[in-house]
C-alpha cells in the first residue's frame, strides 16, 4: 500500500524554503540556554559536543532525504503505513504525533517562562499562549507558503543579533578552553546526546517533502541549512565558554541573554529585551511547523490516494 498526497502546484514551495523552514525549526528557545546544560557533561570541551552533535545530524539528515527520495509523493504518515502496514504504521505515526505535541507545549512553555521571568512577572500564562497560539493557527491555516515565509522573515530579523556577540567578546578569557580534551570521549558524548535535544527539529523535512518542488535540491539546501545552524550553535558556546567561567555557567540559566546584557547602547538600557522581543517571532515559526505537521496528517486522510505497487 502506497500513500501519496495530492499537492497542487500552487501549494509548493522550493527546495531553499525547505532548507529555511529546517533551520527555522532548529533555531529556537533552546539557543537561550543550552551552553549550561552541555558544559555539565563536558566542561571546557562543550564546543567539541556541538561539533560531534552537527556531524551525526548531518549524517541523519543524509538518510532521511535518501529514505525521502523512494517516496516523493509521501510523507512519513504515508511511508510508515506502507512499511509496517496500516495498524502498526498508524500507530507509530500516533507515537509521532504525540511528540510534536509535547515539543510545542515545551516551546510555548519554555518562551512564556522567559517572558514572564525577565520582562513582565506578573502576565498570565493563558493570555501569552492565547495570543500565540492564535497566531500560529492563522499562519497555518494560510498554508506551508506562507509557513515558509514567515519562518524567513524571522530569520531575518534574528539572525544579526549574532553580531552582538562582539560585545562580550571584548571581556573574553581564552585560557578558559584549556585544555582541550581534557573531558572523557564518554563526557564528550553525553554532551553531544544533550545537544541533540536543542537542535532537533530538522525532521520536518518528513512533513515538508512532499510539497518541495525541486527535490533533486533538498539535501543540498537542507545540508546547508544544518550547517548554518550548527556554526551559530558553535560561535554562541565558543564565546560563552570565554566570557563565563565554569562556576559562572552552571548558575546561569539563560547564558545567551546574559551575552546580551553586555550589549550597551546610548538609547538603550537593557539590550536582552529587545531579544526577548524579536524571539517571539522565532518561537512562532517553530509552533507553526510542528502544528503544521499534525494539520498536513489530518488532510493526508481525505486527500490521499492509495496505489498498489
Known amino acids: 500500500m502506497k500513500i501519496n498526497l495530492n499537492v497542487t502546484k500552487s501549494n509548493t514551495i522550493s527546495a531553499f524554503l525547505a532548507g529555511v523552514l529546517v533551520h527555522g525549526t532548529q533555531i529556537g528557545m533552546g539557543v537561550l540556554g543550552f551552553q549550561r546544560i552541555i558544559a555539565k557533561e563536558a566542561g571546557h570541551d562543550a564546543w567539541i559536543s556541538v561539533i560531534l552533535a552537527g556531524l551525526i545530524t548531518h549524517v541523519t539528515v543524509w538518510i532521511i532525504i535518501k529514505t525521502l527520495q523512494k517516496y516523493p509523493s509521501a510523507d512519513l504518515y504515508g511511508i510508515q503505513e506502507d512499511v509496517f502496514g496500516r495498524w502498526l504504521g498508524t500507530g507509530i505515526s500516533l507515537l509521532?504525533?504525540?511528540?510534536?505535541?509535547?515539543?510545542?507545549?515545551?516551546?510555548?512553555?519554555?518562551?512564556?517562562?522567559?517572558?514572564q521571568t525577565w520582562v513582565f512577572p506578573n502576565l498570565p500564562t493563558w493570555i501569552l499562549s492565547g495570543i500565540i497560539l492564535f497566531l500560529v493557527y492563522y499562519t497555518i491555516v494560510g498554508g506551508i507558503r506562507v509557513v515558509a515565509g514567515y519562518t524567513f522573515f524571522s530569520i531575518a530579523v534574528t539572525i544579526w543579533l549574532l553580531c552582538d556577540l562582539?560585545?562580550?567578546?571584548?571581556?573574553?578569557?581564552?585560557?578558559?578552553?584549556?585544555?582541550?580534551?581534557?573531558?572523557?570521549?564518554?563526557?564528550?558524548?553525553?554532551?553531544?546526546?544533550?545537544?541533540?535535544?536543542?537542535?532537533?527539529?530538522?525532521?520536518?523535512?518528513?512533513?515538508?517533502?512532499?510539497?518541495?518542488?525541486?527535490?533533486?535540491?533538498?539535501?543540498?539546501?537542507?545540508?546547508?541549512?544544518?550547517?548554518?545552524?550548527?556554526l551559530a550553535y558553535l560561535l554562541i558556546m565558543l564565546v560563552s565558554l570565554v566570557f563565563f567561567s565554569q562556576g559562572q555557567l552552571m548558575r546561569t540559566i539563560w547564558a545567551t541573554l546574559n551575552l546580551h546584557k553586555m550589549v550597551y547602547l546610548p538609547v538603550l538600557e537593557r539590550f536582552e529585551l529587545v531579544v526577548i522581543s524579536l524571539?517571539?517571532?522565532?518561537?512562532?515559526?517553530?509552533?507553526?511547523?510542528?502544528?503544521?505537521?499534525?494539520?498536513?496528517?489530518?488532510?493526508?486522510?481525505?486527500?490521499?490516494?492509495?496505489?498498489?505497487?
Open 279 to 309: 524571539f517571539s517571532s522565532s518561537s512562532c515559526p517553530i509552533l507553526c511547523c510542528i502544528c503544521g505537521a499534525l494539520h498536513v496528517d489530518s488532510n493526508a486522510s481525505s486527500d490521499s490516494t492509495c496505489e498498489h505497487r
Open 166 to 230: 562582539y560585545f562580550p567578546l571584548q571581556y573574553a578569557h581564552w585560557e578558559y578552553l584549556f585544555p582541550i580534551m581534557d573531558s572523557s570521549l564518554e563526557n564528550l558524548f553525553k554532551g553531544m546526546l544533550a545537544m541533540s535535544l536543542t537542535s532537533v527539529g530538522f525532521e520536518v523535512i518528513y512533513v515538508v517533502y512532499p510539497f518541495v518542488e525541486n527535490k533533486d535540491r533538498v539535501n543540498k539546501s537542507t545540508q546547508w541549512a544544518v550547517l548554518v545552524t550548527f
Open 96 to 115: 509521532y504525533l504525540t511528540y510534536f505535541f509535547i515539543s510545542a507545549g515545551v516551546i510555548l512553555r519554555n518562551y512564556i517562562e522567559v517572558v
